[in-house]
């Protein structure tokens, strides 16, 4: 079997599921739909798939790594640590604006596997990318240089999921992108140095009295 055309029919019906997951939810999304969707038959996808679950777990595993590309790049270009955060949370939202909200219930009760890739990304990949923003912050003076950097980090993986906690922030009283916002700039000036709030403020516009 040719690995170039395996690739890439996996990579198609992956990238088109998960373009219906994000529009309907994982449950709602028949084995059907994603055929009907690519203009191909179901026995098709099976010549790939042994079910759904692997299809999910596929087009999660796609979507993550897109998602850490573009991290890559935007933390590459950013010109401090706080711009890289500010850029990072631009992306945050962008990111939870396309997804179904149910999508994360549904891998958690469905999905077991496609749950464990995303928990694993956020323990290792997100956590990891933390530190370095909080190393990069002390090196450029923004950062108290006195952090306890794993601590922090923990914490700030726990705030990053605190928006989306119903019971603290019911979703008909609160705008997620603004708990959202409001947590990220509670962490940053809690680290930040004098250097490192000024500039929060600049990129905030925002003029405070010394």
Known sequence: MDTVE???AKDKIAEAAFGLF??????????????????MSKKTIYKWFDNKDEVVY????????????TCEGIITKAENAIAELFDLMALSKKVFT???????????KYHPTGWEL????????????IKQNIARGMGEGLFRNDLEVDIVARLRLAMIEMPFNAMLFPQHKF??????????????????TLKGHKLINAYKHVTEEE
């Open 118 to 129: 995303w928990e694993s990304h956020k323990r290792n990949y997100i956590l990891q990318k």
């Open 22 to 39: 994000c529009q309907k939810g994982i449950k709602s999304v028949s084995m059907d739909d994603i055929a009907q969707h690519l203009g």
């Open 6 to 8: 395996k690739t890439t």
């Open 98 to 108: 396309e997804i179904h909200p149910s999508i994360f219930h549904d891998l958690q």
């Open 175 to 192: 705008d997620i992108p603004r708990v959202q916002l409001a947590c990220l700039e509670h962490y940053m000036l809690g680290m930040a």
């Open 58 to 69: 596929a087009a999660c595993q796609q979507y993550l790594l897109a998602v850490e590309n």
